[in-house]
């Protein structure tokens, strides 16, 4: 058994004590990478309590339940940072970037914590499949956010459109990883794949501010 809200403790008051000495986009993204643990953390009581109350099971609540939850709380910040502050994208690129980097380094912290780190090959995988994944799929969400924003047509269709596709890209993961062979393996190499994918797009994007 772990003490995920200690570790949380543990790894924010370092960067919370550096938002002090930073200003600018470090500071934002120290601050968007804080957040995104603390989503973490929300997002694993949610659907540990779904689990629990639907008794679904784990493997079930992780592929039916888990990316419902974990990609609406890391939307949920995304949308606060656009509507209070209206930031320009690539700002909003910024603060999606830290939450994802946040959600997925607690996350793997607290798997490395409760199951060990004996296998380095399994641990780096892990490294570059969930935390990648977890990257991929809210700069998926910023970019679609901020191509609704520019060609005016922003709006919560627009905004429940790309995080169903987000919903719908961390299910497909989980589902393919849950059982060992061949569909797993196709599970971890398509986090990196898709962000490969969508670099292409980002930086024409950038170009064209």
Same mark, same amino acid.
């Given at each position: 058994? $772990?003490?995920?809200?200690?570790? #949380? %403790?543990?790894?924010?008051?370092?960067?919370? &004590?550096? *938002?002090?000495?930073?200003? +600018?986009?470090?500071?934002?993204?120290?601050?968007?990478?804080? $957040?995104?643990?603390?989503?973490? #953390? %929300?997002?694993?009581?949610?659907?540990?309590? &779904?689990? *629990?109350?639907?008794?679904? +099971?784990?493997?079930?609540?992780?592929?039916?339940?888990?990316? $419902?939850?974990?990609?609406?709380?890391?939307?949920?910040?995304?949308?606060?940072?656009?509507?209070?502050?209206?930031?320009?994208?690539?700002?909003?690129?910024?603060?999606?970037?830290?939450?994802?980097?946040?959600?997925?380094?607690?996350?793997?912290?607290?798997?490395?914590?409760?199951?060990?780190?004996?296998?380095?090959?399994?641990?780096?995988?892990?490294?570059?499949?969930?935390?990648?994944?977890?990257?991929?799929?809210?700069?998926?969400?910023?970019?679609?956010?901020?191509?609704?924003?520019?060609?005016?047509?922003?709006?919560?269709?627009?905004?429940?459109?790309?995080?169903?596709?987000?919903?719908?890209?961390?299910?497909?993961?989980?589902?393919?990883?849950?059982?060992?062979?061949?569909?797993?393996?196709?599970?971890?190499?398509?986090?990196?794949?898709?962000?490969?994918?969508?670099?292409?797009?980002?930086?024409?994007?950038?170009?064209?501010?």
């Amino acid at each position: 058994m $772990i003490y995920a809200e200690n570790i #949380l %403790i543990c790894i924010s008051v370092p960067l919370l &004590i550096s *938002l002090i000495f930073v200003r +600018g986009n470090t500071g934002k993204f120290v601050a968007s990478f804080i $957040i995104g643990m603390a989503v973490c #953390l %929300i997002s694993a009581y949610i659907s540990g309590f &779904i689990d *629990l109350a639907s008794n679904m +099971g784990d493997e079930d609540t992780a592929i039916f339940i888990s990316p $419902i939850v974990e990609e609406i709380m890391k939307l949920l910040p995304l949308l606060f940072y656009l509507l209070m502050f209206d930031p320009k994208d690539d700002s909003l690129h910024l603060c999606a970037l830290g939450i994802g980097t946040g959600f997925a380094t607690f996350e793997n912290c607290c798997y490395i914590l409760a199951q060990g780190a004996d296998s380095l090959g399994y641990i780096m995988i892990r490294g570059m499949a969930v935390g990648v994944m977890h990257i991929v799929s809210i700069m998926a969400l910023s970019m679609a956010i901020c191509i609704s924003r520019r060609y005016k047509v922003l709006s919560a269709p627009a905004v429940l459109g790309a995080l169903s596709l987000s919903m719908t890209y961390h299910g497909l993961y989980n589902l393919l990883v849950s059982e060992q062979g061949i569909t797993s393996y196709v599970g971890y190499v398509l986090p990196i794949l898709t962000a490969v994918i969508m670099y292409f797009p980002f930086k024409r994007s950038r170009d064209m501010e």
